[in-house]
């Protein structure tokens, strides 16, 4: 599944990893320490500058302009 926001885009693949580009104001690129933590993602939720992602474990991560 492909995600957007503003100017960047994520796509949640089906191994449950998550990949990212665009401008990093708007969550195109993903931080290292939230990017070693995106396993297993089940679901994201874009908003206009920043995308959220819900884990399986129940951990939730948020990166780009928060």
């Known amino acids: 599944m492909i995600f957007s ?3 960047a885009c994520v796509a949640l693949l089906n ?3 998550v ?3 665009g401008y990093k104001d708007f969550g195109g690129i993903i931080p290292d320490d ?3 933590q995106l396993i297993k993602v089940k679901q994201i939720i874009p908003k206009q500058r920043q ?3 819900f884990c399986e474990e129940g951990k ?3 990166w ?3």
Do not use: E, R
């Open 51 to 53: 995308f959220t992602a």
């Open 34 to 36: 939230i990017q070693t």
């Open 64 to 66: 780009g302009n928060n």
């Open 19 to 21: 990949v990212a580009w």
């Open 15 to 17: 191994d449950g990893t």
């Open 5 to 7: 926001t503003c100017s």
């Open 60 to 62: 939730i991560l948020t």
